[in-house]
């Protein structure tokens, strides 16, 4: 016990312990670049015969710009001119073997003079990536198209382009040991308010851990209830929607190597909201706001209530449903419980199969899954027709929820409730609609309610709630955002 007790003991202070700073050399380059199988290390002559010399990774720069921006111009040039020849900007001078190396894994070409002892970082980055497409995950039929990419530069543009202020602040950190992900963190200045710019710089700078491939990992790591199922930061790859967020006074969080951007605070209703909300006509986006609600009700709750009238209630079932239910499941070897987990079981098998498998398998399977359901079921006697029906509506309800995490958070809901309708009725049913309502009062977004306005109660903010009120009537930003400007429009002197 001793001796394993020394030896964390050590370990910690090995791993405090900073390394020395070393000069750089090519023999100490080319110890460290050992192994690489794509490292370039190439010698020129400049027009009066001294050599300077290339350290490259050849798959991390374009290879295209290398002649034309570097190599031509410094074999072409006296020696004495290299600096002002290479053909790129943000040429730099290093010394330590540190910055060597991260400039090579960041892209950047190596310039050894050898005259005068002197080396050159010069970033010339291999910009791949997609092309901008339309968005998948948020698709609307009248609106803007584009959607982020998997590169944090053409990102930040397509903000920037929406908010042409100087006032729109960006903030860049690298988090991951080993991934060496940037992060950056845009927000309005003098708009956001800066309790939650100071909350979101502490929790980024907290974060530890060695390997960050998306932006759902670092939500994870700044969310403040991390058993809860409902999403604390929303999710988007919509431009538009960062930019309208931002404009209330939210902050977004941007995560290389990912498209989706978080944005924080939020509450449980912005999940709801569709970036169609704000093209309809009010009384139109209003309707299909109230709908939505609807049907993340019907979601969660449909099939519980079937289990729970069936099991427990049957007498408050009208006499001709009755006969059409009984009729239902006079053959049906189980109870309504176990065969309303057994539809929604294979439901979501079928739904995360569709989601890995390619687009024309996937429709393949769209097909059998819905004769497997629909038909072959019911004549196997393994489901009634009145619970295919349900399971049906409850399915297609789900779907309308605009948020993908929200949708699975359904789901957990959804199996919750059907387990207590099945042992305490519809009393059940009311008990964990209440679990629910209490755990949604105690969440918080950046240390912000997470079931504002309602709790904490701010009636002006009921105008983009549960509908979506007109827009010349929407004249201040939300209250429960705290935003330092109340106005959203230049009063008249």
């Not at 959607?147 to 860049?172: A, C, D, V």
């Not at 079981?345 to 004769?371: D, F, N, Y």
């Not at 009311?430 to 009062?441: K, P, Q, R, T, Y």
């Amino acid at each position: 016990m001793f001796w394993k007790k020394g030896k964390s003991i050590a370990n910690d202070s090995s791993d405090t312990q900073k390394p020395v700073p070393r000069k750089i050399s090519l023999d100490s380059l080319k110890q460290v670049l050992n192994n690489m199988d794509d490292v370039e290390i190439i010698e020129r002559t400049t027009l009066n015969d001294q050599k300077v010399v290339l350290i490259y990774l050849r798959t991390l720069i374009d290879q295209d710009r290398l002649n034309e921006s570097i190599i031509e111009p410094v074999i072409q040039c006296p020696h004495a001119m290299i600096y002002e020849s290479i053909a790129t900007p943000k040429v730099m001078k290093i010394q330590l073997l540190e910055e060597a190396q991260k400039s090579l894994l960041t892209g950047a070409v190596l310039l050894n003079d050898c005259i005068q002892e002197q080396w050159l970082v010069i970033p010339l980055p291999n910009e791949l990536g997609r092309g901008i497409e339309t968005s998948e995950t948020e698709t609307i039929l009248y609106g803007a198209k584009d959607s982020f990419t998997e590169q944090l530069e053409p990102n930040i543009t397509l903000i920037r382009r929406r908010l042409p202020i100087t006032e729109l602040k960006t903030e860049k950190y690298k988090i991951g040991s080993l991934s060496e992900t940037t992060v950056v963190l845009m927000y309005i200045d003098g708009l956001t308010n800066p309790e939650y710019i100071s909350i979101a710089r502490k929790k980024i700078s907290e974060i530890n851990f060695d390997l960050f491939f998306d932006s759902s990992q670092v939500a994870a790591f700044m969310e403040e209830h991390h058993h809860s199922i409902f999403p604390q930061f929303q999710q988007t790859d919509r431009p538009d929607v960062c930019a309208y967020s931002l404009g209330l006074g939210k902050l977004t969080i941007l995560v290389e190597n990912t498209p989706f951007v978080l944005i924080a605070p939020i509450t449980f209703f912005h999940l709801f909201q569709s970036p169609e909300d704000y093209i309809n006509r009010w009384p139109v986006a209003s309707f299909l706001r109230v709908i939505r609600y609807l049907s993340f009700f019907l979601s969660v709750a449909l099939i519980p209530f079937y289990v729970a009238l069936t099991t427990h209630h049957y007498q408050m079932i009208p006499l001709q449903i009755l006969f059409v239910l009984a009729e239902s499941r006079s053959k049906l070897p189980f109870t309504p419980f176990w065969e309303a987990i057994l539809m929604l079981t294979i439901l979501e098998i079928i739904k995360e199969a569709s989601l890995r498998m390619p687009t024309k398998s996937s429709q393949t399977l769209g097909v059998i899954g819905g004769i497997v359901i629909g038909q072959a079921a019911v004549q196997a006697g393994f489901a009634g027709k009145v619970l295919i029906v349900l399971v049906c509506i409850s399915t297609i309800s789900s779907f309308l929820v605009p948020n993908y995490l929200m949708t699975k958070a359904n789901t957990l809901i959804q199996f919750g409730f059907l387990l207590l309708s099945s042992i305490f009725g519809v009393f059940g049913i009311a008990m964990g609609a209440v679990a629910i309502l209490a755990h949604l009062n105690g969440l918080t977004s950046l240390k912000q309610p997470y079931f504002s306005p309602v709790a904490p109660f701010y009636w002006k903010d009921w105008i983009d709630l549960f509908i979506r009120g007109p827009l010349t009537k929407m004249k201040s930003r939300p209250d429960h955002l705290h935003p330092l400007q109340k106005w959203r429009y230049k009063r008249r002197m």
